[in-house]
């Protein structure tokens, strides 16, 4: 559901939606509270309210940032991984140009479908939250072709040797790009941050309902929804419009695939 979300609208319009409909939404409890129950609207329970929504708050928004800096770090961690795949991929085309012809003819084009594989297909694949079959077997290819070209000329064993290593490194940092695409939070952690936001607006209608007092429920479930939107971006890194981008592997030596 969360990538249907973010598929449907741009971040703009998802940001103002989280914002305004909890927002509109805590208003519209506040009044219902009001109506149905004067004495809590009066404040009445306000001390008991205060007291419920300093430790719901204490403990929902401790587990809330650790889970935040946790993706906010796992969103940079998957950027570098993009980077460091495509970089050698890059660095393993350099070095295969120092193969014999035929090898690096073949490993040039196994590293050609593979890229344009990465970009055309496994992208999208991995804003649905899979990865690309035909990706995959792209990149199991170029291992066939460079451990079919093994120079038999001691003088291309280390551009072979370097080659190799490349290889090995973009299958590490593939691996890290394609679970951070298909991971998510667990739905129990999901359930709780979706359930002690409700709890914490629901805690702040025990302070009074007076008009001016309305403000506070209003406000609370605004920053709170737009700071689950936020969780629910970074859980997804290549969902939506503010998805990571496959720029990287159409840049620099790979930039003639395309």
Known sequence: MGRSLLDAAPMWALGVAFVLIPALGALL???????????????????????????????????????????????????KEIQTEALNVEDLQRASQLLEPRGKAEVSQAIGVYVRRVVDEEWSAMSSGTASPRTAAAFTELYDVLGRNAPRDPGALLAYSNASAYLHSAHDARHRRVDAATDTLPSMLMAFLLLGALASVGATLLLGMRNSQLVVPMALAGLLGFTLLLSLSLDHPFTGDSGLSSVHFTQGALAPYF
């Open 29 to 79: 409890l506040g009044v219902l509270v009001r109506r149905r129950w004067p004495r809590a609207a009066q404040g009445a329970y306000k001390e008991t309210g205060s007291h419920l929504l300093t430790q719901t708050l204490a403990i929902y928004g401790l587990v809330l940032a650790f889970v935040i800096v946790n993706q906010y770090g796992d969103y940079n961690q998957t950027r």
